[in-house]
């Protein structure tokens, strides 16, 4: 993955930076990242899928493109990252850097061939109103894939990636979970409901013996704040396995959900040892790498 910090910084550059916010309410932004995505995707040899429907009275698509598996093809892992922003947002760290992360873990499984298939999914309408209601991408998107009867091993969620503080008193956390956890906002979090416990463990033993990045794990019933707040949640609700991966937004990012959500406040070093730690264990669990 040859030049990652450079090309994860330009990815966020330019949906968070010449794009800028990007939602229903700037559906022409909107569909400026959409376009953005999907010729990045074509670009890269893929064949991208449009989901398309309607959100506020404007047309809206989730898209997807896979590696098919060549021994367990029905067998998915499934990478999504959603590409809206919050009003009133550019979005860099939410979400622009989880569509860095997804555009450049597809690049690099472009030579590839798992075992299992990787499904890489853009989301659309992952922010409030849409959060958890019917017209929530990833949810539309979790329906119709149940309706199919889609054998999802695992979803994961990356979900604000950029942000890392090795600042004393940097990292905060929902009540009672700061006496278990470090005061550094220094590592990758992987997170995820309590069904999903066991191959959340598994999922954080492979990324340790392929990354020696700072990390932290949680497996919580979906009250604990934050637990359930990103695209993984539609999943859960649809029977699938899902793990959240994110630098912890809210609890440790100061521009969140904020005009200043801008590119320069990223860590991009950081930021491209955790997409790598990704790759590896995306490549181990897709190939045979699962018990």
């Known amino acids: 993955m040859t030049d990652l910090p ?6 966020v550059a330019i949906l968070a930076g010449e794009i800028g916010e990007r939602n229903v309410l700037l559906p022409d932004a909107l569909r400026a ?14 064949a991208v899928r449009r989901q398309v429907y309607e959100a506020g009275g404007i047309e809206c698509a989730n898209l997807e493109v896979e590696r098919r598996g060549s021994l367990w093809p029905e067998e998915i892992i499934l990478i999504g990252a959603h ?5 009133g947002s550019p979005g ?34 992952e922010e409030p109103p849409f959060f958890a209601g019917s017209r929530m991408g990833s949810l539309v998107y979790a329906r119709a894939a149940k309706r199919r009867g889609d054998r999802i091993r695992l979803m994961v969620s990356l979900e604000m990636l950029g942000c890392y503080l090795d600042t004393p008193g ?17 590592f990758i979090a992987f997170i995820s409901n309590w069904r999903s ?24 019933p979906i009250f604990v704040p934050g637990v359930a707040m990103s695209d993984q949640f539609s999943f859960w609700r649809q029977g699938y396995p899902g793990i959240m991966v994110t630098d912890t937004a809210f609890c440790r990012y100061h521009w969140y959900h904020t005009a200043g959500d801008l590119p320069e406040h990223l860590c991009y070093e950081p930021f491209a040892r955790v997409v790598s730690g990704l790759r590896a264990t995306f490549l181990a669990l897709g190939c045979g790498g699962w018990e």
């Open 6 to 11: 450079t090309n994860l910084k330009t990815h």
């Open 197 to 220: 416990r066991e191959i959340l463990r598994r999922f954080c033993q492979v990324f340790r013996k392929h990354s020696d990045f700072p990390m932290e794990s949680l497996a919580a």
């Open 92 to 125: 860099a760290d939410d979400n622009a850097s989880g569509v860095a992360a997804l555009l450049e873990l597809s690049r690099s499984f472009v030579t590839v061939e798992p075992e299992r298939t990787l499904r890489f999914v853009a989301f659309v309408n």
């Open 33 to 46: 990242a959409e376009s953005y995505i999907a010729e990045t995707w074509q670009s890269q040899g893929y």
């Open 83 to 87: 590409y809206d922003s919050v009003f």
């Open 170 to 186: 940097s990292q905060s956390y929902p009540p009672l979970l700061r006496h278990f956890y470090p005061d550094r906002g220094n």
